[in-house]
């Protein structure tokens, strides 16, 4: 199936991007960023660790968020094990201990300032952006992709009005379709019946689900080929553990330069 644009603004790296959105069985620019944030975290862990930079602001907001914080421990335990996460969450939970009065009585919660749902935020303002000006009617009908309802209705915003309804009416046989399997779905729970459940079926609970919210960054990267680094040398990880052990007796401060 052939969905890359034509258009100069729409060609290119780009069209390679908005045609892998449309491959998936899912809202598109809600897979793109997450596969963005999973490549971020693999990023942080693997290259970053040990920047100045990264140190201080995971002491700023005591680390990431509460969803990005735990899709940092899935990626790391997928990828090399518990050592970079580890490294980074001693700095903010010392930081927590020296401040622990404060941050009990303050009125914020310092994970609000999670540099990870900014670039979230950056990566979705883009992949919005992208379909926004160069999804055709003809390529969603013929995808297998549902966008959730906050994407389709910022992609909709600027469309002609014939465009928007062309949209919509195919976005209405989509969400159709799931109807009809969570109806067969639950039609075949019944006592009587003999028919096996078909993978649609029964993944139409959680297209449903996503067709109206969105998709969980942790569902978002199950399945997702990940290659595993090459195992770490135990003289490696004694001669990094003998660096951190010199790095943590001068943590860093606010006051250096990110």
Known sequence: MRLRSESEKCGGILG?????GLEQERCPVCYLVSISEARYAEALLYENVLDPGVRVRFIESLGLCASHAWLLLDTAEKLYDRLGVSILYLDALKSSLESLDRLVEGD????????MCRYSEDAEDRYVKL???CLKPEDYRRSGAVFC???LRSILRIRGEAERKQILEIHREKL????ENLERYIAKHSYDNKEPITKEEAKAAEQAIASLKGLRTHINIVGRHIERKEPIARRTVSMLSNIYREIFKHPPTAREKK
């Open 176 to 179: 159709g379709k799931i109807v």
């Open 108 to 115: 914020k919660d310092p994970s609000e300032r999670c540099f």
């Open 16 to 20: 390679a991007v908005y045609a892998e």
């Open 149 to 151: 309802l906050k994407h």
């Open 131 to 133: 379909y926004r000006e």
